[in-house]
């Protein structure tokens, strides 16, 4: 970076914050059905606090760095790892202002401009010394270049698809809802009914910095963001332990995988999680390469950030607790436990305020898992882990063995959304080869840290969605795979060698094609730059968006729908009694006699109309191990719609009733 540019920066960033906060203030956020150039400046004020988010992330993790002393000759490795850091302590402060009872708009952004400050103290005391990241992107063999510009244009499409108004499934269940409610309870609290809200929720507590400036979009925005981190930090290890070949065939494997952007774009949690995780495996192995105590403490706080997003994270902490304990050369056997202590203290100490305040307010935890706790007794519990277990084709020995197999064969039964696509990397099944190779490398650990990952997913939830945390670990091994053979082969065998880049650049040409074609399917330009409004696109991808329309028109304001099968409960608010776990009308059939019986029970809550998802149903059907979905079903069609429910209104997936049995 030049002098000038350094120089200038100290006063650039504190000129954009006021900038972004007087353009919210004489532009705020559009109204649902307005149409025109204000939705410009809405994207671009979402841009812009993304922006701001991650600068601020980069001061804070910048400035624990230096404060731990650590560094890495790589420059990229060194931006991705601060940014996680600052991102996780960031993403805290918010968590501390609603577990104190003190949430809203300006505490928020209280803590944002404290940050804001840290981090442009931090501009000024590094100066130059915060060197240049992408030095290695100029230059470049024009295939690169290529590949360079094809992975711009995809992160452009999907930059697209972030700007669009919330439209999937699990943003407007939980990943929105639940900070929406807290923001507006100015507080953290239990929501029995909204059980993804009590778990860990380090991405929702960014998202909710967006929600406070009246930007919906921002998390959608702010997630992509956390994709292209991602992918970069597959690159930057790769590049640190395989080198430019490698880490450029490692970043393009991952990219190759068509569904990993179009998740980016999406209001979903799933790349902070996968980032965190990822990058604590990253750490081990800079402890590794250079056996710094202070890495074995990145590690650990990586991974209680990891473990602070998602409870199936924790998988995490068993293998990275056995790698630091079994790590061969690194002194006497005590010293193994001290390190592995640090290590597991780090993790503990950071995730724990997810556990504690679970453990103190609901007496579990891992509230509403295992041993339930307010409002969820143990048939509740066992419903949903029925539910959880569905995913896959079985647990059995022979099923988990045949799992890398399934996985591409029948992946309808692991998926949720768009399982056409919902697939890992064609080229991971070279992974398989990896326990025949006999050389030492510094990846090597990671062939049975991924095993024992795998296998600690295929005993739970066997979502393929879930598996994104792995993806970066087996793009590295199997780059590494590709690299040692390209090696092998030589410089004699140039058109061979031409093979492996090509497969992989045609791999990242289909993911191109893909979002090509998702972007015909969403039509998201018309909204992005004002030609249509927020709710006549809402409407045409959101299946219950116009019921939910209507009742916010058309019924009393004192009315209240219970949606069954339905878990979309963001743009409904309080108008609707929203079923994230998707089997409460179950419960609630199969707990009653009769038709009056749930009708009473309804009316107790103050239920006037019921909504009924015939798709959300049918996807339940699908995932029903113990039939209690198709008794509730029949219950449904067979006496209590013809005894207690008037038709108001029929979509093509939905149904609203009106209550009208005694």
């Known amino acids: 970076m030049s002098r000038a540019s350094i120089a200038s920066m100290p006063a650039a960033a504190p000129a954009f914050a006021l900038g972004l906060l007087i353009t919210r203030l004489l532009v705020p956020e559009r109204s649902i059905d307005a149409v025109g150039p204000r939705a410009i400046v809405d994207a671009l004020f979402a841009l812009g606090l993304v922006g701001l988010i991650l600068y601020c992330g980069r001061g804070l993790g910048q400035f624990i760095l230096r404060r731990l002393q650590i560094g890495t000759a790589d420059p990229l490795l060194a931006l991705v790892i601060s ?15 609603g577990l104190a009872g003190r949430l809203s708009s300006t505490t928020v952004f209280l803590w944002l401009t404290i940050s804001g400050l840290f981090a442009w103290r931090e501009t000024v005391t590094m100066g130059n010394r915060w060197g240049d990241p992408f030095r290695a992107f100029r230059s470049l063999h024009p295939g690169l270049k290529a590949g360079l510009l094809t992975a711009v244009g995809i992160f452009g499409l999907s930059v697209v698809q972030a700007l669009v108004p919330v439209w999937d499934y ?3 269940m939980y990943h929105l809802q639940a900070p929406a409610l807290f923001l507006r309870s100015e507080k953290l609290m239990l929501l029995p009914d909204l ?3 009590n778990g860990p929720l380090l991405a929702e507590m960014l998202y909710l910095i967006g929600l406070g400036a009246k930007s919906e979009v921002f998390s959608k925005v702010l997630h992509l963001s956390l994709t292209a981190i991602l992918l970069l930090s597959t690159f930057a290890v790769a590049r640190r332990h395989l080198g430019d070949r490698g880490g450029w065939l490692a970043g393009g494997i991952l990219l190759g995988i068509p569904i990993f952007p179009i998740w980016g774009s999406l209001a979903y949690a799933d790349m902070a999680w996968a980032l965190f995780e990822f990058l604590a495996v990253a750490a081990f192995l800079e402890w590794r390469k250079e056996p710094r105590p202070q890495w074995i403490i990145v590690s650990g ?14 998988a995490l902490l068993p293998i990275l607790l056995l790698a630091f304990l079994t790590e061969r050369g690194r002194g006497t056997v005590a010293e193994k436990f001290r390190k592995t202590l640090w290590f597991g203290g780090a993790a503990a100490l950071v995730a724990a305020p997810w ?5 103190i307010w609901a007496g579990n935890p891992f509230y509403p898992f295992f041993i339930g706790g307010p409002d969820w007794p143990a048939e509740r519990v066992a419903m949903l882990m029925a539910f959880l277990r569905s995913f896959g084709v079985g647990h059995s020995p022979l099923d988990t063995l045949l799992l890398p197999l ?3 064969t029948q992946r309808a039964a692991f998926g949720t959304f768009i399982s056409e696509i919902d697939v890992p990397s064609l080229l991971f099944p070279l992974i398989l080869v990896f326990p025949f190779i006999r050389r030492q490398h510094p990846l090597r650990p990671l062939g049975w840290m991924a095993l024992l990952r795998f296998l600690l997913w295929a005993a739970g939830t066997q979502q393929t969605r879930f598996l994104l945390p792995l993806y970066p670990v087996l793009s590295l091994m199997t780059a590494w795979l590709l690299d040692a053979w390209l090696t092998r082969l030589g410089p004699a065998k140039k058109w061979t060698r031409i093979i492996v880049p090509g497969i992989v650049a045609g791999l990242v040409g289909v993911t191109l094609a893909f979002q090509v074609i998702y972007l015909a399917g969403t039509r998201p330009i018309p909204v992005v730059i004002g030609r249509e409004s927020k709710d006549s696109f809402l409407q045409r991808r959101v299946d219950d968006y116009p019921t939910v329309r209507y009742i916010r028109s058309s019924l009393e304001p004192t009315d209240l729908v219970y949606m069954a099968w339905d878990g979309q409960g963001y743009y409904c608010a309080d108008r609707c009694l929203a079923d994230a776990e998707q089997s409460q009308w179950t419960q609630l059939a199969l707990g009653e006699a009769t038709p009056s019986g749930i009708a009473a029970r309804l009316k107790r809550r103050g239920v006037t109309h019921l909504l009924l998802d015939l798709d959300g149903m049918s996807f339940l059907l699908q995932h029903d191990p113990t039939g209690s979905h198709s008794s509730a079903a029949n219950v449904f069609f067979q006496s209590f719609e013809p005894d207690c429910l008037t038709e108001l209104r029929r979509d093509e997936q939905i149904v609203l009733y009106a209550l009208s049995c005694e």
């Open 301 to 314: 706080a990586l991974a209680g950030f990891s473990m602070g997003s998602k409870y199936t994270a924790i």
């Open 170 to 172: 699990d943003g407007l």
């Open 195 to 197: 059980w993804q809200a």
């Open 83 to 97: 940014l996680a850091l600052g991102l996780g302590v960031l993403a805290y402060g918010v968590l501390a202002l």
């Open 355 to 359: 556990y504690i305040k679970n453990l």
């Open 406 to 408: 399934h996985l591409y």
